[in-house]
């Protein structure tokens, strides 16, 4: 396949910043919209905008169903039973909360253990330290190897214990790289009955998702991180799970009947959206999904691989002293570094100098950090429209820095 191809298909990326050719390596932060994204959003908004499931004139009908669709193509998209397992959210981080708030004080009670892995992003750690304020629930860390950024898998049944109630893990970490075995875990768990959450806001838009294979009661993604627009998510929810929970927030669309005194909801998933959803974005994010499709997952993860293979080799044999974090193998298309005495941060404005957005601090994972020493990193990362080529001129721009900098 010749990726660059795809290039073409985002008009973003034909620019220079600071006289250079821009280098676009900050996607696990979010990724850029290729056209075909761009002209839907414009679309809809010259065409068919309204609000949905309320109006019964032609262009509320038009909204509903463009909304309904992109909600029947999601579930496609996961492989889920039913579109009614999938509730639009604002993102990874709602989807998430919305768990923690309308599951979790049902479900947990003083004692009850959470288990989380001390890679999780902060998205997957605060909703839960709020819920264990809450209900006295406690949370337990799976550990991480240390700089190789595998999770400690030979101890997981000490930490996987019946007391444990719930299981949330990130599928790949923004700040190592490191692809979980979230099948693996999703199945050890459920044969305890211990439900799971997955996070997949840097898997989604990367690989192929099937929620019915890795067996996972909720799973939480980004649109923005999967060439879709900001501020639109899906919280995916198996059906038997998502039924017996109470609203996370209350308002209009999620009704039966409100009196002045008491109200019904509707089934799931429209219990969980409650006011005016962001229509547009799903509309965005349905295209979003033609697209990756259109060019194939399993093409993108294996390209993915292979940016982030070529990346780490080139660091390991960089001539300078640098510290790489995260697997030398099998790792996604996610590499983080420090270069001895020359802050992360440096790197980063020094880069962008040069036309290169990388990411520098502690990635919203400072749990992790702080275990690995650490109170920031430098983050390349990496999607489908980027080249070795960009890689070989983004590690001579570090060994510009480390020159400039003397280290
Ligand atoms: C692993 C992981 N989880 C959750 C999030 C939060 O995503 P969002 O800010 O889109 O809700 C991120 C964002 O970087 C992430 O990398």
Not at 81 to 93: C, H, K, L, Q, V
Not at 133 to 159: C, I, K, M, S
Request: proline share 4%; glycine share 10%; charged share 20%.
């Amino acid at each position: 396949m010749d990726w660059s191809v795809t290039r073409a298909d985002f008009p973003i990326l034909d620019q220079k910043v600071h006289g250079q050719p821009l280098i676009y390596f900050d996607n696990a932060a979010t990724t850029q919209k290729p056209r075909v994204v761009l002209d839907c959003l414009r679309s809809y908004y010259e065409r068919d905008n309204a609000n949905v499931h309320r109006g019964i004139h032609e262009l509320s009908n038009r909204a509903t169903t463009a909304f309904e669709a992109a909600r029947a193509r999601a579930a496609r998209f996961l492989n889920a039973r039913s579109a009614d397992e999938i509730i639009f959210t604002r993102g990874t981080t709602e989807g998430i909360n919305l768990v923690a708030n309308a599951w979790g004080p049902k479900n947990l009670r003083a004692g009850d253990k959470i288990l989380l892995t001390e890679m999780e992003h902060h998205s997957n750690i605060v909703p839960w330290q709020l819920l264990a304020a809450r209900t006295g629930a406690e949370l337990r860390f799976l550990p991480v190897t240390g700089d190789t950024g595998l999770l400690d898998l030979n101890h997981l049944d000490d930490y996987l214990t019946k007391e444990v109630k719930l299981f949330a893990m990130t599928h790949i970490s923004n700040s190592l790289g490191t692809i979980n075995p979230v099948i693996e875990l999703c199945t050890r768990a459920r044969k305890l009955g211990i439900p799971t959450l997955v996070d997949a806001a840097q898997s989604a838009g990367h690989r192929h998702l099937d929620v019915q294979e890795i067996g996972c009661d909720f799973l939480a993604l980004s649109g923005h991180k999967m060439c879709g627009p900001t501020g639109i998510g899906v919280l995916y929810g198996r059906q038997e799970i998502l039924e017996p929970m109470p609203p996370f927030q209350g308002g209009g669309e999620m009704i039966l009947n409100v009196s002045f005194q008491k109200s019904t909801w509707k089934h799931a998933p429209h219990r969980f959206e409650a006011g005016t959803p962001d229509i547009s974005g799903a509309v965005g994010l349905h295209a979003a999904m033609d697209y990756l499709d259109n060019l194939g997952r399993q093409k993108i993860a294996a390209h993915d691989q292979e940016l982030g293979a070529y990346a780490y080799e080139k660091l390991a044999r960089f001539k300078g002293d640098i510290r790489l974090f995260g697997p030398h193998i099998g790792r996604a298309g996610v590499v983080s570094f420090l270069l001895k005495d020359v802050h992360a941060h440096d790197v980063v404005t020094v880069a962008d100098q040069r036309g290169v957005a990388l990411r520098g601090g502690h990635h919203c994972n400072q749990p992790l950090m702080h275990k690995l020493g650490v109170e920031s990193t430098a983050r390349a990362s990496f999607y489908f429209y980027n080249t070795t080529q960009e890689i070989d001129r983004f590690v001579g721009v570090l060994g510009e820095i480390q020159k400039f900098f003397g280290a």
